[in-house]
T-cell receptor, first 113, second 114 residues
Framework: NAGVTQTPKFRVLKTGQSMTLLCAQD?????MYWYRQDPGMGLRLIHY???????AKGEVPDGYNVSRLKKQNFLLGLESAAPSQTSVYFC????????????FGNGTRLTVT | KNQVEQSPQSLIILEGKNCTLQ??????????LRWYKQDTGRGPVSLTI?????NTKSNGRYTATLDADTKQSSLHITASQLSDSASYIC?????????????FGAGTRLAVHP
């Protein structure tokens, strides 16, 4: 089983450039999430989705947009990248119940110069 | 403010030794606490979940404890192996149905040396 797949694995952007991070899950999960992980800090929620066609803001949504056009896919977009967005981005999915764990992808390491 | 603090930040032990990682939380309301293992370059993977009524839970060589009164949890690793080298993340859930808000600790980085 593939689980949660993120593409690309690495990316370098110049300030002001745009890009889209792709996340796909094959577990039929309703909930999907985008997190960023920075050194010395816990994972922080950027945006999440509770089902196809729905999205909501998390803890640190500024500078990012998302779309969930299909249940299995969750896209994270950066319209105008800034150095502060240099981070490792993780996509996750879950059934959404209190007891269900998050299933994470292996991350996208993004550097903005 | 909801917070999860983990200690130590990093730890080096020799293969075969035991170790204990700590997690203190100030999260309300409390739903459950989960430990994740994150290998270098990979996403976190769930090890175990602790609910309010559970004191101890084991998963192989991993044993998690929870003291809901003092708001502390620990993860004990027995007879460590090189493959235990990873970051261990404590996550507290403050939701109850619907969207479930999670508070992540910064993790403890464990290195097991031969």
């Amino acid at each position: 089983n593939a689980g949660v797949t993120q593409t690309p694995k690495f990316r370098v952007l110049k300030t002001g450039q745009s890009m889209t991070l792709l996340c796909a899950q094959d577990m039929n999960h309703e909930y999907m999430y985008w997190y960023r992980q920075d050194p010395g800090m816990g994972l922080r929620l950027i945006h999440y989705s509770v089902g196809e066609g729905t999205t909501a803001k998390g803890e640190v949504p500024d500078g990012y947009n998302v779309s969930r056009l299909k249940k299995q896919n969750f896209l994270l977009g950066l319209e105008s990248a800034a150095p502060s967005q240099t981070s490792v981005y993780f996509c996750a999915s879950s059934y959404g119940t209190v007891e269900s764990p998050l299933h994470f992808g292996n991350g996208t390491r993004l550097t903005v110069t | 403010k909801n917070q999860v603090e983990q200690s130590p930040q990093s730890l080096i032990i020799l293969e075969g030794k035991n170790c204990t990682l700590q997690c203190n939380y100030t999260v309300s309301p409390f739903s459950n606490l989960r430990w994740y293992k994150q290998d270098t370059g990979r996403g976190p993977v769930s090890l175990t979940i602790m609910t309010f009524s559970e004191n101890t839970k084991s998963n192989g060589r991993y044993t998690a404890t929870l003291d809901a009164d003092t708001k502390q949890s620990s993860l004990h690793i027995t007879a460590s192996q090189l493959s235990d080298s990873a970051s261990y993340i404590c996550v507290v859930s403050t939701g109850a149905g619907g969207y479930n808000k999670l508070i992540f600790g910064a993790g403890t980085r464990l290195a097991v040396h031969p």
